[in-house]
């Protein structure tokens, strides 16, 4: 069983800036996409942001601009630099790991609040 742990979220005032993590407990296969979802208070959880392995990214329109998903590859860690931030940015977000042989695990997510 894989494990996918998020860290990195907590209480940043409005303007300010918080980088998420992610990472795997193992890796059998390589990873194929990483996704960071969000989800606010009686709303559904949304994409946030995705990047290949092939370097391809995308991001919510909310988000662009101010959000960048990358990755190391040398500590299989992966990242959610978020900046400029603002209180329709407070979620508990999660990450989703999608390996390459289809199967995808997902964390128990990090609460992100913004917040003066």
């Known amino acids: 069983q894989v494990q996918v742990v998020e860290s990195g979220g907590g209480l940043v005032q409005p303007g300010g800036s918080l980088r998420l993590s992610c990472a795997a407990s193992?890796?059998?296969?390589?990873?194929?996409?990483v996704g960071w979802y969000r989800q606010a208070p009686g709303k559904q959880r949304e994409p946030v942001a995705t990047?290949?392995?092939?370097?391809?990214?995308n991001y919510a329109d909310s988000v662009k601009g101010r959000f960048t998903i990358s990755r190391d590859n040398a500590k299989k860690t992966h990242y959610l630099q978020m900046n400029r931030l603002n209180p329709e940015d407070t979620a508990v977000y999660f990450c989703?790991?999608?390996?390459?042989?289809?199967?995808?695990?997902w964390g128990q997510g990090t609460q992100v609040t913004v917040s003066s």
């Open positions: 989703d790991l999608e390996f390459r042989n289809g199967v995808n695990y």
């Open positions: 193992r890796v059998i296969f390589p990873i194929a996409t």
């Open positions: 990047l290949t392995s092939d370097g391809n990214t």
